[in-house]
C-alpha cells in the first residue's frame, strides 16, 4: 500500500527546467515524461512507451515538432499523449496512448495533479506569489533527499533545530528558546506555526544579508499547507523595531522561504527551496549570498535527514517516539496528512 495521497498537486520542476528537451522527474512513485510545445506549453505525459516501456526521456528519443519519438521502436505520440505513429504499420492500435497529467505553471513552480485527472480543477494549489512577482527578488534550487518526505516536514515544523544544526547560518540561542503558538485552520487545511523573538542575535543569513548589526527583533510565521507546501513568512528588524498601527512595516526586512515537498518515492523525497526578499532587489551580491548559504542550510538537512532515514528504517517495529512542546506544529501537520490519507 502507497503513503502518497492521491488527487493532490504536487511540484514537479521549476519553469525554468522544462525546454525543448524532455527530461524525466519521478513523482509519488510515478515516473513524468516533462517537455515544452513550440508555442510554450508544457506537456506532462508518462515516461514509459506503451509499447516495450523504453524511456521516452532515453536518447536517442527526440522530440520532432510537438511529437515525441521513441528511441527504441519509433512509437510516437502526440502533446496529447495520444500515439500518431508505429512502425511498420498504418493502423495505430486504438489503446497505443500514454497517461497524461495536468499540469499548471504557477509562481515559478510546475505543478502536477497526482490522481484522478478528473478531480484536479477542484482541487486548489496553493500560491507562493513573491517567487515571480514585482518588488521581490528570488533565489532558488532543489536539493534530493534519501528519506521520506515526513522527515522534512517534520524538520521544517520545528525550527528549534536551527540553533543546533545550523549554527553560524541561521540558528541562534533563541530559536530554541523561544515558545511557539500552534493553531490548525482545518477549513483552509493550513497548519500555523509562530515564534516571535523580541530581541535577538542577529545570525550571519540576516547580518550579511540586510546589513543590520547588534540585536534583532525576529519573527518567524510558518504556514503549511499539506501535502506540499511550506512557507515561512520571516521578518527581521533593529531589537524594538515593530510594524506600524496601520499594518505597515517599512523598517524591517522580509524575506519568503519556501519549500516545495515532493515525495519521489517511499524514501526519497524532491526538497525544493526557495528564498525571496522584499530588499536589495538589484544587489547580485545578496543574491548569491543567500543562495549559497541557504543550499548550505539545505545540505545540512539532507545530511541529517539522510541519516535519520537510514537509522528508521533499519529500527524495530513498536519504537515509541518522544514529542515534546516544539513538536506541536509537525504533530499538527501529521495528523493532517493522515486525514488527506484516509488513515
Given at each position: 500500500?502507497?503513503?502518497?495521497?492521491?488527487?493532490?498537486?504536487?511540484?514537479?520542476?521549476?519553469?525554468?527546467?522544462?525546454?525543448?528537451?524532455?527530461?524525466?522527474?519521478?513523482?509519488?512513485?510515478?515516473?513524468?515524461?516533462?517537455?515544452?510545445?513550440?508555442?510554450?506549453?508544457?506537456?506532462?505525459?508518462?515516461?514509459?512507451?506503451?509499447?516495450?516501456?523504453?524511456?521516452?526521456?532515453?536518447q536517442?528519443?527526440?522530440?520532432?515538432?510537438?511529437?515525441?519519438?521513441?528511441?527504441?521502436?519509433?512509437?510516437?505520440?502526440?502533446?496529447?499523449?495520444?500515439?500518431?505513429?508505429?512502425?511498420?504499420?498504418?493502423?495505430v492500435?486504438?489503446?497505443?496512448?500514454?497517461?497524461?497529467?495536468?499540469?499548471?505553471?504557477?509562481?515559478?513552480?510546475?505543478?502536477?495533479?497526482?490522481?484522478?485527472?478528473?478531480?484536479?480543477?477542484?482541487?486548489?494549489?496553493?500560491r507562493?506569489?513573491?517567487?515571480?512577482?514585482?518588488?521581490?527578488?528570488?533565489?532558488?534550487g532543489?536539493?534530493?533527499?534519501?528519506?521520506?518526505?515526513?522527515?522534512?516536514?517534520?524538520?521544517?515544523?520545528d525550527?528549534?533545530?536551527?540553533?543546533?544544526?545550523?549554527?553560524?547560518?541561521?540558528?541562534?540561542?533563541?530559536?530554541?528558546e523561544?515558545?511557539?503558538?500552534?493553531?490548525?485552520?482545518?477549513?483552509?487545511?493550513?497548519?500555523?506555526?509562530?515564534?516571535?523573538?523580541?530581541?535577538?542575535?542577529?545570525?550571519p543569513?540576516?547580518?550579511?544579508?540586510?546589513?543590520?548589526?547588534?540585536?534583532?527583533?525576529?519573527?518567524?510565521?510558518?504556514?503549511?499547507?499539506?501535502?506540499?507546501?511550506?512557507?515561512?513568512?520571516?521578518?527581521?528588524?533593529?531589537?524594538?523595531?515593530?510594524?506600524?498601527?496601520?499594518?505597515?512595516?517599512?523598517?524591517?526586512?522580509h524575506?519568503?522561504?519556501?519549500?516545495?515537498?515532493?515525495?519521489?518515492?517511499?524514501?526519497?523525497?524532491h526538497?525544493?527551496?526557495?528564498?525571496?526578499?522584499?530588499?536589495?532587489?538589484?544587489?547580485?551580491?545578496?543574491?548569491?549570498?543567500?543562495?549559497e548559504?541557504?543550499?548550505?542550510?539545505?545540505?545540512?538537512?539532507?545530511?541529517?535527514?539522510?541519516a535519520?532515514?537510514?537509522?528508521?528504517?533499519?529500527?524495530?517495529?513498536?519504537?515509541?517516539?518522544?514529542?515534546?512542546?516544539?513538536?506541536?506544529?509537525?504533530?499538527?501537520?501529521?495528523?493532517?496528512i493522515?486525514?488527506?490519507?484516509?488513515?
Amino acid at each position: 500500500m502507497t503513503s502518497f495521497i492521491q488527487n493532490q498537486w504536487y511540484v514537479a520542476a521549476y519553469g525554468r527546467e522544462v525546454a525543448r528537451t524532455p527530461f524525466s522527474r519521478t513523482v509519488c512513485g510515478e515516473s513524468i515524461l516533462l517537455w515544452r510545445t513550440e508555442a510554450g506549453a508544457i506537456t506532462a505525459m508518462s515516461d514509459r512507451c506503451v509499447h516495450r516501456r523504453f524511456p521516452l526521456s532515453e536518447q536517442p528519443s527526440h522530440l520532432v515538432g510537438d511529437t515525441v519519438v521513441c528511441g527504441y521502436h519509433g512509437f510516437t505520440y502526440g502533446a496529447d499523449g495520444v500515439c500518431v505513429a508505429v512502425p511498420g504499420q498504418t493502423r495505430v492500435p486504438r489503446t497505443a496512448r500514454l497517461r497524461t497529467y495536468p499540469v499548471v505553471e504557477q509562481d515559478s513552480f510546475v505543478w502536477v495533479f497526482i490522481g484522478d485527472p478528473a478531480l484536479a480543477d477542484g482541487v486548489r494549489i496553493p500560491r507562493a506569489p513573491w517567487l515571480d512577482q514585482d518588488g521581490w527578488t528570488a533565489v532558488s534550487g532543489m536539493e534530493p533527499l534519501a528519506a521520506r518526505a515526513g522527515l522534512l516536514i517534520d524538520n521544517l515544523m520545528d525550527l528549534s533545530h536551527e540553533t543546533y544544526l545550523h549554527g553560524g547560518y541561521i540558528g541562534t540561542p533563541e530559536v530554541a528558546e523561544t515558545p511557539i503558538s500552534t493553531t490548525v485552520d482545518e477549513k483552509a487545511g493550513i497548519v500555523h506555526v509562530s515564534r516571535h523573538m523580541a530581541d535577538a542575535a542577529c545570525p550571519p543569513f540576516y547580518a550579511e544579508s540586510t546589513g543590520i548589526t547588534g540585536r534583532i527583533t525576529r519573527w518567524q510565521d510558518i504556514e503549511y499547507t499539506p501535502p506540499c507546501l511550506y512557507k515561512l513568512h520571516s521578518r527581521v528588524a533593529p531589537a524594538g523595531i515593530l510594524p506600524n498601527a496601520d499594518g505597515t512595516d517599512p523598517d524591517a526586512f522580509h524575506v519568503e522561504v519556501v519549500y516545495a515537498i515532493t515525495p519521489e518515492t517511499e524514501s526519497s523525497t524532491h526538497d525544493f527551496w526557495a528564498v525571496a526578499r522584499d530588499f536589495a532587489l538589484d544587489d547580485q551580491g545578496v543574491s548569491d549570498f543567500l543562495a549559497e548559504s541557504n543550499r548550505t542550510v539545505v545540505l545540512q538537512d539532507v545530511t541529517a535527514l539522510d541519516a535519520l532515514e537510514r537509522v528508521i528504517a533499519g529500527e524495530p517495529d513498536g519504537y515509541q517516539e518522544l514529542s515534546i512542546n516544539i513538536d506541536t506544529g509537525g504533530l499538527a501537520a501529521r495528523r493532517m496528512i493522515a486525514k488527506m490519507a484516509g488513515r
